[in-house]
């Protein structure tokens, strides 16, 4: 064995102490933001067995997911990759509401693989999710919000795009294409790999040709859906994907919206509107999100759905240097309830107050301390710690 | 497959709106507890390597593991049933402090089975730990945190009984046991299984053989430790760890204290006092702590080492019946300015306002809601929902 008995995995990290109160602060901030706006936080379990896992939204998580055999049945569990068919499956079986349900949940999720060379494996995923309601109102709710709360946790989105799986779906279904072949389009549409879309769509009729190979260059502001509607074919399924498209960028017109029309994430189970956000220059999205109105099927009860989910929590904070953590208050070890009784109004007053213990001069500023209570006169007073305490 | 593709395994559980707010918030309690009193908070993984999760406190929970292959070195990661010998780890490689660490964490572990017949497979650990303090205070401080961060949550601890490792220790000590004996003994006093305990015990000298059957008896009040005194061999090991007990108690009078010298749980890796607490009549423990000295060890660095866990915090959700959610206001969907700023106003001062969505009448009790904005003249009001709404 190469390495030490305490080396973790590769893309698996601890936080410790500053991280991790970086890390509570903006998970706090963000679900009170999603609390504020009427979401109900839910909380599934880290393991559920696959077939539950791996439904709705989740049928392509089989190859990121951890699986392990439960010792009660033998049936395989999985480690869950992903929330979001896990709150689906709470809203169509369990809440069963006849109105809107709005939910949301911010925890750990694991990957058999990261995302990216840089991603961990162990993200932490937060999210909001609107259930029950169809029209673009839900969706147009859930882009505020995401840019909401990435603002008012200090990581304002630089660029929200928005794309609309309908008018991939439109194209294809004019092409009659087989299964196999839909799966290789959407492939070579997603890796934007234009000579091999250009081989893929040549025994196409033009109109579809055109449109395919025209998908990947519509991407912009708001002139894009200008441009789309000119070289799409001017069908009814276009021109409702254009219209809503149109309608939620008119709804919201403070947030930076563009358009990315060849954006196909999540095609297996987005139904419709499909968005990313992105803070500064990054080009890789902080949060995505979408419509998915048929996933409850799967779990008895198909009910509109629309959310987004932050990818990792973590990657907000890179992005968050700002955060710094309060120093901490030295009290002596000293039995004397007028001390006790001013340290107890110092916490009361959301100060940490670290107490003594007997041996460790010079220690303290690593344990976070930058400040003690020293007694002047008969009175407790809160000073800097001097060089050598 | 007889259950439906959304039951979960058996004891395995989804946090629905209610229960998971009050999780929430008290898991924000316990930690802003911790924190203010000095104790940095740490998130290690869910997922380590085996090797890694069973050293130190962790040498037991190999049954209790679910285990997968890491895909990137086929290495055994184990899903973590227990987050001290991670926090171990932190202390004795990552932080490498000369003085002393307080540490603490709250977040769930997952076992391949339950503790107990009620008890769920994936319960919510909270804990604090203090390394590198060999002395008592350390385990002063950590008691008197544990009874104070129960109260401040409203589960006051009913008692909390006290027990130390060294006098099992001394009286095998005394015996001469195979390790085999040992075990055998330690896990007929752990069930407290008398008749077994006198056949075990019947080869051993009478001085021995008396003081190991009387371990069982020796719990109740501070009287016990006086017939500890009388009933167990007068050693040095005996007379210093009854010493080390009365001293805790004197120290924190103001508490529930009782003694339970039998307490042999953790056995494996507690070097001195334990520690269980119980809230009401319930005869298991909320939280269970104490001395684990030599355990860094395991991870290159032996360092003093002091602390508890709270087993579930759900199981002190349950005591816990008072927590009630607040209802939510329900705005119109109205883009008026004056609207969106009482809005924002309502949220600020920590109101829940849930905005509308057309459709949906009759619907908006279920989600929450028990109060409505309302256009008075000018003025926007908060009123109660009327029955139909």
Redesign the interface.
Known sequence: ?AS??????????????E???C??NLR?QL?DQF????Y??????????V??LF?GTGTDMGEHT???A????G?V?G?RADITP?VT??D????N???????CYGA?V?R??PRSLLAS??PIQLGAE?Y??V?I??DI?IIRLLAHTLKAAGVRASRIDLGHIGLFRALIGRAGLSNEAERELFAVLRSKDVPALQALVAPLDATTRDALLALPTLYGGSETLERAAAVLPQNAAVAAALDELRAIAKALPDLPLSFDLADLRGYDYHSGLVFAAFCGNSPAAVAHGGRYDEVGQ???RARPATGFSISDLRELLDRNADIRLPG?ILAP?NPAPALAAAIAAL?EA??????E????I???R???CDRKLILRGDRWMVEPLQGDE
């Open positions: 064995m030490p008995r305490w080396a973790l995995p590769d893309h698996i990290e601890d936080a410790l102490p991280e991790a109160a890390i509570e706090r679900l609390r504020l706006h009427g109900q936080l839910v909380m599934p379990p880290l393991i559920e067995y077939e539950s439904s951890f699986r392990m439960d010792p009660f049945t049936r569990l480690l896990q499956r709470i169509a079986h369990l809440l509401r006849s109105g809107v349900a709005r939910l750990s694991v058999t693989t494996r162990q609107i029950g309601h029209g109102e839900a709710e799967a779990f008895g901490a070890a916490r959301n100060e940490v107050v670290v107490q213990l007997p041996g460790h010079g220690t303290w690593e344990a976070g």
